[in-house]
C-alpha cells in the first residue's frame, strides 16, 4: 500500500495551497463536522481555489459515522457531479477522515482524498495509516477499506479550538506511540505541559511521533505482524470503552487507551519483567491527568466477555501486545482471566 505524504506545520494555508496547485481536480469537495465547520472551515475558505468548493457537513460524533451519513456523503457527491478526479478534502477529527475516506475510496470506484485532521488524535493515529470505514450493526469499524490519503497537511492551529478531553484523548495514543519505540520520546512526553502548549513549539514533537506510526504501517500495512504493536493497551481500552458505552458513562477512547496502558503494562511486568518503576509512573501519570477509571470490580466479567470477543483475537484467546521494556515489543501474547484481574485491580487500587 502506498503510504501519504505527510507535512506539518503551524498553519494550514500554505501547506493547502501548496497540495492543490498539483492538482487539476475538476471539482473540490470538502466534509466537514458541525465543529469543524465553524472552527476550521472558515480558516481554508480564504484559499482561492476552495472558493467554489462544494461543502458537505456532517453531524458531530462517533454516532453519525455510519451507514445513512454516508448515503447522505455519497448522494451529495453523486447530485453535484463528482467524478473519478474529483478531490475530497476531509477536515475533521478521525469520525470526518475515517467515513470521508471511506466515501471517497468507494466513490466510482475510488477518488483522490486529502486528509486535515483537525483533532490531537487524528493528527497522531487517525488521518494517517490508511485505514478508513464506518461503524455497522453496533459494530465499530466493521466496514471499511484500506485507502490512503492522497496527502496528510496537519496545521496544529486548529488544536487551540480543542477541549482538554479531548487534547488528552489524543495524547494518550503520542504515549503509546513512545511506549512501543523509545525511552528517549516517552519521557519527552511525560515531561511536556498540555495545557501550557505553544501548538507551533509542538510541531517537531508531532512530527517524530507521527514517524512512529508511519514506520509501523510501512513494514506492515495489512497488520498481519508487527502494525500489531499499534494495538498496545487497546486489548483491555477497547473493552474499558465499550462497557463505559453500556454503562453510559461514555468516556474518550483515549482515557479507556491510558487506563487499558497502565493494565497491560502491568501483565508486561508479571510476564515478561516489564520494569516496575515505569508502571508505577505511568499510573501516576495517569492518576493525574485521566483519573480513576470509571467501572467496579463487579464489571470484570462484562469486561473479560468483552475481551474474549475482540476482533483482534485469533482463536488460541485474548491476544495482547507486551512489552519487555520501552521499545521491546511483543506480539500474540496471552493472559489469563486472573491475571487480567489482577491488572485491573492494580490499576483501581493503586
Ligand atoms: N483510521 C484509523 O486508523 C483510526 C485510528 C484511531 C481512531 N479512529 C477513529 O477516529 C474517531 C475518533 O477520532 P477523534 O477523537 O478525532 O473524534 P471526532 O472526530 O469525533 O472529534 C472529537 C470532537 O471534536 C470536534 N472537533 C474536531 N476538531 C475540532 C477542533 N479543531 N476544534 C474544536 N472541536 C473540534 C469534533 O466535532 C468532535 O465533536 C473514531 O471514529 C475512531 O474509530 C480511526
Ligand atoms: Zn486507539
Known amino acids: 500500500m502506498r503510504q501519504s505524504k505527510i507535512i506539518i506545520a503551524d498553519t494550514i494555508v500554505p501547506l493547502l495551497e501548496q497540495e492543490l496547485a498539483t492538482f487539476q481536480s475538476e471539482a473540490i469537495f470538502i466534509i466537514s463536522d458541525e465543529n469543524t465547520e465553524r472552527f476550521c472551515l472558515p480558516i481554508i475558505l480564504t484559499i482561492e481555489k476552495l472558493r467554489k468548493s462544494r461543502l458537505i457537513t456532517i453531524s458531530a460524533g462517533d454516532e453519525h459515522k455510519n451507514i445513512d451519513t454516508l448515503t447522505y456523503i455519497w448522494n451529495e457527491l453523486s447530485t453535484h457531479g463528482a467524478t473519478r478526479h474529483s478531490l475530497v478534502i476531509n477536515l475533521g477529527g478521525g469520525m470526518v477522515t475515517d467515513i470521508g475516506g471511506f466515501a471517497a475510496a468507494t466513490f466510482k470506484r475510488g477518488c483522490r482524498f486529502i486528509n486535515i485532521p483537525t483533532t490531537l488524535l487524528s493528527i497522531v493515529d487517525a488521518a494517517t495509516g490508511g485505514k478508513t470505514g464506518i461503524n455497522f450493526n453496533g459494530l465499530k469499524n466493521e466496514i471499511g477499506v484500506f485507502a490512503p490519503a492522497q496527502a496528510v497537511l496537519v496545521g496544529t492551529q486548529f488544536l487551540a479550538t480543542l477541549d482538554n478531553k479531548n487534547l488528552y484523548s489524543g495524547f494518550a495514543e503520542m504515549i503509546k506511540h513512545a511506549l512501543i519505540s523509545s525511552k528517549k520520546e516517552y519521557?519527552?512526553?511525560?515531561?511536556?505541559?498540555?495545557?501550557?502548549?505553544?501548538?507551533?513549539?509542538?510541531?517537531?514533537?508531532?512530527?517524530?511521533?507521527?514517524?512512529?506510526?508511519?514506520?509501523?504501517?510501512?513494514?506492515?500495512?495489512?497488520?498481519?505482524?508487527?502494525?500489531?504493536?499499534?494495538?498496545?493497551?487497546?486489548t483491555i481500552g477497547h473493552a474499558i470503552e465499550t462497557l463505559s458505552h453500556q454503562t453510559k458513562q461514555p468516556v474518550l477512547h483515549g482515557y479507556a487507551i491510558m487506563w487499558g496502558m497502565v493494565c497491560e503494562l502491568y501483565l508486561s511486568h508479571i510476564k515478561m519483567n516489564f520494569p516496575s518503576s515505569t508502571v508505577t509512573e505511568l499510573l501516576s501519570y495517569c492518576k493525574e491527568y485521566y483519573g480513576q477509571p470509571t467501572f467496579l470490580c463487579e464489571h470484570y466479567e462484562t469486561l473479560y466477555e468483552l475481551m474474549l470477543h475482540d476482533k483482534k483475537n485469533d482463536g488460541s484467546g485474548i491476544n495482547f501486545t507486551l512489552l519487555s521494556e520501552i521499545g521491546q515489543v511483543h506480539i500474540n501474547q496471552t493472559a489469563t482471566k486472573n491475571e487480567i484481574f489482577e491488572a485491573l485491580d492494580f490499576l483501581r487500587e493503586n
Open 187 to 234: 519521557a519527552t512526553l511525560l515531561a511536556l505541559s498540555l495545557e501550557k502548549q505553544e501548538w507551533s513549539k509542538f510541531c517537531p514533537i508531532l512530527e517524530a511521533n507521527i514517524a512512529i506510526k508511519q514506520r509501523i504501517v510501512a513494514e506492515d500495512p495489512k497488520e498481519t505482524g508487527i502494525r500489531k504493536s499499534l494495538n498496545f493497551g487497546h
